[in-house]
Every structure is written in structure tokens, then in C-alpha cells.
């Protein structure tokens, strides 16, 4: 596995590394924001952790370059703690966030977690049609690729594994706190709006008209839902 770290401070960026790779992972470092964009776009990451504040661009306008043309994992680390600049990372396309100063055992736990999910699909049997549809909306696992009316849609990995949650079980409502705990994969200690900034993404990249959603649906009062046909409600 390959990993990609990008930070300023360069004692803290040695430590990630020498953890990293006594870990049995492969680590690339870079030091500022355009070097993360760079190295992500010529490099075949596996996940990649992004400072918030670093030089020439900071780390949400990183991740958002990044997901240009990339949904591999990010995890972004920062010194600040309050919610509204978690969920703006989150609105930027990253996938989770660590709070400076943290205990790198945390981190690692975090990092195999994200890593497990993003590949379990691959390592599935997965019979000849594995793919998962509702309406024009189709994900398919082994790829992790998803298409809205036959044209690709690209998704994070935490969108893609929410998607295909809500997917494989039509109909079944989920608490926000049960889809932290299912779909990020351990004990997320963090704001429940989490879930709803992903929803909202999706619903923009999949549904055709968001404002008023086909498939993923909202059970007030309760949580979220797959609608897999228009009888459901």
C-alpha cells in the first residue's frame, strides 16, 4: 500500500513516515499544497493525508484539485477542532479528519480503516453481475465505479461506501449515527452533519434533480433511505 503525506512541518511529517513505514507501507512526503497535487497526480496512491494549513494552497483547495481527477481516500489533518471547518473539509472531497495533536496508534487505526473499506470489494467474490441499480442510478463494487444514465460519476470513498450501503439494503432506514458507525468504519467521534453534507453530495452527483431526490430519500425525524422503486415510501 502507498501512501502520501503532505505536510509543513517537517519533524511531525518524519514521524508519520517512520510509523508509516515500520507499518509495511510505502510513504511519499511533499511539504505544501501545490506539491500534494502534483505528486497525487503522477503517483498511484492508495490514500493520502493532507495538512489544512500549508503554503501556496492550503489543504481544501488541495483535496479540491485532487478530486479532480482522483477519489482515492484523504484524511486531513488540522489544528483547528471546531465542526464547521470539518464540514467544510468534508464539502472539499476529504473522507475523514484527524485533529492536531493526535496519537499516531489513532491515526493508524484510522488509515486501516479507510484502507479496508476501500478495498474489500476487490477482495469479494463477486458473481458475474455484481453491479447494484436503482433507476438510472448504477454502482458497480469491483470497479468501484458509479454511472448516473450510463455516464461515470466519480465519488469519494466514503461516498461510494455510503452509496453502496443504501444500495445493497432498499428500503432500510439508517440513523446518521448508525451510517458513521457502518460506513466510516469505527468509533467516530465527530458531528452527525457529517452524514448529511455526504448525502447532499450524492444526491447532486446521482439524483437527476436533488431538490427533489428519487432514490436517496429521508426518513424525518429518523435518518436515511434507499427508495428502490417509486411504491416505496
Given at each position: 500500500m502507498k501512501i502520501l503525506v503532505v505536510d509543513d512541518e517537517k519533524v511531525l511529517v518524519k514521524g508519520i513516515r517512520f510509523n508509516l513505514e515500520n507499518e509495511g507501507y510505502e510513504v511519499e512526503v511533499g511539504c505544501d499544497?501545490?506539491?500534494?497535487?502534483?505528486?497525487?497526480?503522477?503517483?498511484?496512491?492508495?490514500?493520502?493525508?493532507?495538512?489544512?494549513?500549508?503554503?501556496?494552497i492550503d489543504g481544501l483547495q488541495?483535496?479540491?484539485?485532487?478530486?479532480?481527477?482522483?477519489?482515492?481516500?484523504?484524511?486531513?489533518?488540522?489544528?483547528?477542532?471546531?465542526?464547521?471547518?470539518?464540514?467544510?473539509?468534508?464539502?472539499?472531497?476529504?473522507?475523514?479528519?484527524?485533529?492536531?495533536?493526535?496519537?499516531?496508534?489513532?491515526?493508524?487505526?484510522?488509515?486501516?480503516?479507510?484502507?479496508?473499506?476501500?478495498?474489500?470489494?476487490?477482495?469479494?467474490?463477486?458473481?458475474?453481475?455484481?453491479?447494484?441499480?436503482?433507476?438510472?442510478?448504477?454502482?458497480?463494487?469491483?470497479?468501484?465505479?458509479?454511472?448516473?444514465?450510463?455516464?461515470?460519476?466519480?465519488?469519494t470513498a466514503k461516498e461510494f461506501d455510503l452509496m453502496e450501503l443504501l444500495l445493497r439494503n432498499p428500503g432500510r432506514v439508517y440513523s446518521r449515527e448508525s451510517l458513521l458507525d457502518l460506513v466510516w468504519g469505527y468509533e467516530y467521534q465527530g458531528d452527525y452533519r457529517t452524514v448529511d453534507v455526504h448525502v447532499r453530495r450524492l444526491r447532486e452527483k446521482l439524483e437527476l434533480n436533488p431538490a427533489a431526490p428519487e432514490y436517496i430519500m429521508t426518513k424525518w425525524g429518523v435518518g436515511y433511505y434507499l427508495r428502490a422503486s417509486k411504491a416505496d415510501t
Amino acid at each position: 500500500m502507498k501512501i502520501l503525506v503532505v505536510d509543513d512541518e517537517k519533524v511531525l511529517v518524519k514521524g508519520i513516515r517512520f510509523n508509516l513505514e515500520n507499518e509495511g507501507y510505502e510513504v511519499e512526503v511533499g511539504c505544501d499544497g501545490e506539491q500534494a497535487v502534483e505528486l497525487a497526480r503522477n503517483g498511484d496512491f492508495d490514500l493520502i493525508i493532507l495538512d489544512l494549513m500549508m503554503p501556496k494552497i492550503d489543504g481544501l483547495q488541495a483535496c479540491m484539485k485532487i478530486r479532480e481527477f482522483s477519489n482515492v481516500p484523504v484524511i486531513m489533518l488540522t489544528a483547528k477542532s471546531e465542526d464547521a471547518d470539518k464540514i467544510i473539509g468534508f464539502e472539499c472531497g476529504a473522507d475523514d479528519y484527524v485533529t492536531k495533536p493526535f496519537n499516531i496508534l489513532e491515526l493508524k487505526a484510522r488509515i486501516r480503516a479507510m484502507l479496508r473499506r476501500a478495498g474489500s470489494a476487490g477482495r469479494e467474490k463477486k458473481d458475474k453481475d455484481s453491479r447494484l441499480q436503482a433507476g438510472h442510478i448504477v454502482l458497480d463494487p469491483v470497479r468501484r465505479s458509479a454511472s448516473r444514465d450510463g455516464e461515470e460519476v466519480e465519488l469519494t470513498a466514503k461516498e461510494f461506501d455510503l452509496m453502496e450501503l443504501l444500495l445493497r439494503n432498499p428500503g432500510r432506514v439508517y440513523s446518521r449515527e448508525s451510517l458513521l458507525d457502518l460506513v466510516w468504519g469505527y468509533e467516530y467521534q465527530g458531528d452527525y452533519r457529517t452524514v448529511d453534507v455526504h448525502v447532499r453530495r450524492l444526491r447532486e452527483k446521482l439524483e437527476l434533480n436533488p431538490a427533489a431526490p428519487e432514490y436517496i430519500m429521508t426518513k424525518w425525524g429518523v435518518g436515511y433511505y434507499l427508495r428502490a422503486s417509486k411504491a416505496d415510501t
